[in-house]
C-alpha cells in the first residue's frame, strides 16, 4: 500500500501537480521554480558546466568580432551611452542591458560554433549567456548569481524544446529563448517571484518568431534571431520590476500561446523543482538540462558535426589506399541521415549552391565536400573565396543526402551520419559517425575546450589577457561582481 502511494505521489509531481492542489498555471510554475532555486542546489559539475559554456561562448563572440551583423549590432547599441549600464564586449562603451545582450549575443552566435541542445525543438542554449550577464553587470551581480541564472535559464528553455517542437508549425527555436532570458534575467536581477511571473506574460506576449530565418538561402538575421530574443527577454523582466504587467495566462489562455504556437506543454519537473516532495515520494529529481548539451567542434550546424568526422576519416582512408590523386576521382557521395537533419540542412537547393557563410555552415553538401578537400573544417573554410571555388563546387553537385531507415528512433540520443564515398575506379569507403567529440557521451576535455577559446580569441586578445580571461572563468564563482570580468573582454588594439 505504501510504496503505491508513492507511486501515485511520483506520477503526481511529475506532472507537476500538487497532491490536493489543482496544476498551476505554467507562467506561475516558472517564475516560482526560478525564484526558489538556490545555488546550493547545483551539483559541482553543473557549475563547472556552466563555466565551460561561458568560456566557450566568449571564444565565439571574440571570433565573430569583425562579423558585418555584430558589427551593425554593435553600432546601434553604441549609438545609447549609459553610465554604469552594460558593457558591449570587446569595448569600454556602456549601454541599456537589452542593447548590449543583442550585441553581445549576436557575436556569440554568428559563427554557428556555440553550444546545442537536441529535442522535439534544437536550440542553442548558450544563447541565454548575453542575457544574464548583462542583466547581472547592470544589476552588480556575483559570479555566483550569474551561474544559477544560468542554470535556470538552461533548464527552462532545454525542457520546452523537450515539449513541443515549433519548426512543424512554421516556428521559429527561438520562439522559447524570451522565456528562459527573461526568467534568467529576473533570476540575476533577484525579482519576486509575482514580478518573475509578469517578466514571463511580458516576454511570451510579443515575441513569436517566423521559421522563415532558416529556410532557403540564409541572411545575417540568423546570427541575431535569438539575440533578439535575448534582448526582448531582459526588456521584459527589466519593464515587470517596473512593475509593468502582461497578458494571463499567457500560456493556457484561450488566444494564448499553446493555443497558437507550440501545442500542449506538458513539462517534466526541473532539476531542483519540488526536491523535497521528490524525496518524500522516494524518486530522484531529475539532472540538470546543461549536462545533456553538446559543445560544438567544428564551427557547422550541430547536424553535421558527426558528418565532418565520417569524412574526415574517409579522406584519410581514401587518400592511404589510393594516394593523392584519389580525390579528383571521387564519382559520388552520400550522406545518410536522419529527417530533422535532412530538413535543416540537407534538402533546400540552396545547401548545393551556398552564396553566404550562414547558408554554407548549414550545407551537408558543402560541409562534406569542403572537408573531404581540405582534410579540415574551420572558419577559413567559409571565406568568401572558398564559397565560389570551382572544385569545391563541383563536388558538391556530387553529393545526395538521403533518408536512413536504420536511423529512426535514434534521435536525438545520437546523431548518426553514414557517409559513402565511391573513386571512379568503383572502390567505395564507408564510415558512421553517432556521438561527435563534445557530445556528453563524447564530452570534450577542458583543455579542450580552452585551446579552443584560444583559438577564437588569439586575433583580439593577446597572451597574457587570455591567461587571465581563462583563469577569471574558472574561478567565476569566487567573483563578487560580474563587471569585473568586462574589461579583459577589451580588444587589443581597437
Not at 564586449?89 to 542593447?99: Q, V
Not at 558527426?306 to 559520388?332: F, N, P, Q, Y
Not at 528512433?409 to 569507403?429: D, H, I, K, Q
Not at 576535455?445 to 577559446?453: G, P
Request: net charge positive.
Amino acid at each position: 500500500m505504501i510504496s503505491q502511494l508513492r507511486e501515485v505521489q511520483r506520477m503526481k509531481i511529475e506532472e507537476g501537480i500538487h497532491i490536493g492542489k489543482e496544476r498551476p498555471l505554467l507562467a506561475d510554475r516558472l517564475a516560482r521554480y526560478s525564484r526558489t532555486l538556490r545555488y546550493e542546489d547545483l551539483p559541482g559539475a553543473v557549475v563547472h558546466e556552466v563555466k565551460r559554456r561561458i568560456m566557450d561562448s566568449l571564444g565565439c563572440a571574440l571570433g565573430a568580432w569583425n562579423a558585418p551583423p555584430c558589427r551593425i549590432a554593435r553600432r546601434i547599441a553604441e549609438s545609447v551611452k549609459v553610465a554604469g549600464g552594460t558593457t558591449l564586449w570587446g569595448t569600454g562603451h556602456k549601454t541599456l542591458p537589452d542593447l548590449a545582450a543583442f550585441a553581445n549575443g549576436a557575436m556569440v552566435r554568428y559563427l554557428d560554433f556555440n553550444d546545442t541542445y537536441l529535442a522535439r525543438e534544437p536550440a542553442h542554449p548558450s544563447d541565454n549567456l548575453a542575457a544574464v550577464l548583462a542583466a547581472g553587470e547592470a544589476c552588480h551581480a556575483s559570479g555566483k548569481s550569474v551561474i544559477l541564472a544560468a542554470v535556470v535559464a538552461y533548464e527552462v528553455q532545454c525542457r520546452l524544446c523537450d515539449a513541443a517542437a515549433l519548426r512543424p508549425r512554421g516556428w521559429d527555436h527561438v520562439t522559447y529563448g524570451p522565456f528562459s532570458s527573461a526568467l534568467g534575467a529576473a533570476k540575476v536581477m533577484k525579482l519576486s517571484a509575482s514580478k518573475t511571473e509578469q517578466a514571463v506574460n511580458l516576454a511570451g506576449v510579443a515575441n513569436v518568431a517566423l521559421r522563415q530565418t532558416r529556410v532557403g538561402d540564409l541572411s545575417m538575421w540568423k546570427a541575431c534571431a535569438f539575440s533578439n530574443a535575448a534582448r526582448n527577454g531582459v526588456f521584459a523582466a527589466t519593464l515587470a520590476r517596473s512593475g509593468m504587467t502582461g497578458p494571463a495566462p499567457i500560456f493556457e489562455g484561450e488566444k494564448g500561446f499553446m493555443r497558437l504556437v507550440s501545442g500542449p506543454l506538458d513539462l517534466f519537473p526541473f532539476a531542483g523543482e519540488m526536491a523535497q516532495a521528490s524525496s518524500m515520494a522516494g524518486s530522484q529529481s531529475p539532472s540538470f538540462k546543461i549536462l545533456d548539451t553538446y559543445i560544438k567542434h567544428y564551427p557547422v550546424e550541430y547536424h553535421a558535426q558527426t558528418a565532418v568526422e565520417a569524412a574526415l576519416a574517409i579522406r584519410e582512408d581514401l587518400l592511404k589506399a589510393e594516394g593523392d590523386g584519389a580525390l579528383a576521382s571521387i564519382s559520388e557521395v552520400e550522406i545518410a541521415s536522419y529527417d530533422v537533419a535532412i530538413e535543416i540542412i540537407g534538402r533546400d537547393p540552396e545547401k548545393w549552391r551556398p552564396r553566404t557563410r550562414e547558408t554554407a555552415d548549414h550545407s551537408f553538401p558543402f560541409c562534406v565536400a569542403a572537408t573531404l578537400l581540405d582534410g579540415k573544417m574551420t572558419l577559413r573554410s567559409f571565406d568568401g573565396a572558398r564559397l565560389t571555388d570551382p572544385a569545391l563546387q563541383a563536388l558538391m553537385q556530387k553529393v545526395r543526402v538521403v533518408p536512413q531507415s536504420d536511423f529512426v528512433g535514434r534521435y536525438p540520443e545520437a546523431m548518426p551520419t553514414r557517409l559513402m564515398v565511391r573513386t571512379r575506379a568503383g572502390n567505395v569507403y564507408l564510415q558512421e559517425v553517432d556521438h561527435p567529440l563534445g557530445h556528453p557521451k563524447n564530452p570534450m576535455s577542458d583543455q579542450q575546450v580552452e585551446d579552443k577559446f584560444r583559438l577564437l580569441a588569439e586575433k583580439t586578445l593577446s597572451r597574457e589577457r587570455m591567461r587571465t580571461l581563462i583563469r577569471s572563468v574558472w574561478t567565476l564563482d569566487r567573483l563578487r561582481d560580474i563587471g569585473a570580468l568586462m574589461p579583459l573582454l577589451r580588444i587589443r588594439n581597437r
